[in-house]
């Protein structure tokens, strides 16, 4: 018999009906109804091509066969219950595997989840830096954080509002455009190419021009005074978001640390 066709939930009516010998008491251990239960039986036993229980005027005996059955079916409960055990503490384990874009780490997640850490004794991280092609299964990911429109494909929350701020150095610096992948497209030409945001806003820092980078990859260098901003920030198109797919979506650690990161 293959391991994919066993009649799990038949087996599990089966453990219940012979522990009470009731068909009824099984009923209500399991949630069901006693017509579902018998139901199960029979579906059971023409599978098995064996009777499980005899109906007698005193109630429900059980057969040799099922007799025979029953001390390995309940070793296999437990070793299944074992097994559940053992994925749960694996969870519980918090260690996390994050995905994210250099510039976003550097600028504002290894900051908060030192924040975080520091209240969760025993957590590690493994930071994989990632920007553009994103596999959860090759790379063992838990969680990822975007620069995107959406959630796409996967579960996602966004890490507050999708605004961009332009920023030049404190002083001034020269009315020219700063480039990088993910910035509005402008009429005149760019003055420097960088590779992502966190060096574009380095460049205005030092005086080369002008970058138009996400709020929340800009908030460190403004509090800081390194740059100051140009007008007020935009609503944009793009922001960061925190996704995973569903199964690492709903692992206690990984809404924890979302938990964490987006309050």
């Given at each position: 018999?293959?391991?994919?066709?066993?009649?799990?939930?038949?087996?599990?009516?089966?453990?219940?009906?012979?522990?009470?010998?009731?068909?009824?008491?099984?009923?209500?251990?399991?949630?069901?109804?006693?017509?579902?239960?018998?139901?199960?039986?029979?579906?059971?036993?023409?599978?098995?091509?064996?009777?499980?229980?005899?109906?007698?005027?005193?109630?429900?005996?059980?057969?040799?066969?099922?007799?025979?059955?029953?001390?390995?079916?309940?070793?296999?409960?437990?070793?299944?219950?074992?097994?559940?055990?053992?994925?749960?503490?694996?969870?519980?384990?918090?260690?996390?595997?994050?995905?994210?874009?250099?510039?976003?780490?550097?600028?504002?997640?290894?900051?908060?989840?030192?924040?975080?850490?520091?209240?969760?004794?025993?957590?590690?991280?493994?930071?994989?830096?990632?920007?553009?092609?994103?596999?959860?299964?090759?790379?063992?990911?838990?969680?990822?954080?975007?620069?995107?429109?959406?959630?796409?494909?996967?579960?996602?929350?966004?890490?507050?509002?999708?605004?961009?701020?332009?920023?030049?150095?404190?002083?001034?610096?020269?009315?020219?455009?700063?480039?990088?992948?993910?910035?509005?497209?402008?009429?005149?030409?760019?003055?420097?190419?960088?590779?992502?945001?966190g060096l574009a806003i380095a460049a205005a820092a030092h005086g080369f021009g002008r970058a138009t980078v996400p709020l929340l990859l800009a908030e460190r260098a403004l509090a800081e005074g390194r740059v100051r901003p140009v007008g007020e920030p935009q609503a944009a198109r793009l922001g960061y978001w925190l996704i995973a797919p569903l199964p690492q979506w709903r692992?206690?650690?990984?809404?924890?640390?979302?938990?964490?990161?987006?309050?």
């Open positions: 018999m293959k391991r994919t066709h066993l009649p799990l939930n038949g087996l599990r009516v089966l453990d219940a009906a012979a522990r009470h010998l009731s068909f009824t008491r099984a009923a209500d251990e399991l949630a069901v109804t006693p017509a579902a239960v018998g139901q199960q039986i029979r579906a059971l036993e023409d599978m098995l091509g064996v009777v499980l229980f005899r109906r007698t005027p005193k109630g429900l005996e059980l057969t040799p066969e099922t007799e025979g059955a029953l001390e390995a079916l309940r070793g296999g409960f437990l070793m299944f219950e074992e097994a559940v055990r053992a994925m749960q503490a694996g969870q519980s384990s918090m260690a996390l595997t994050i995905a994210a874009p250099r510039d976003i780490t550097e600028c504002w997640l290894q900051a908060r989840l030192a924040d975080y850490a520091a209240r969760q004794p025993g957590l590690h991280f493994t930071l994989i830096a990632v920007d553009e092609t994103l596999d959860f299964t090759e790379a063992n990911l838990d969680l990822a954080v975007r620069l995107t429109d959406g959630e796409g494909e996967h579960e996602g929350v966004a890490i507050g509002d999708a605004l961009s701020v332009t920023v030049e150095a404190p002083g001034g610096g020269a009315d020219a455009r700063i480039d990088w992948p993910g910035s509005p497209s402008g009429d005149e030409p760019a003055v420097m190419r960088v590779a992502d945001g692992q206690k650690k990984v809404k924890a640390l979302v938990e964490a990161l987006t309050t």
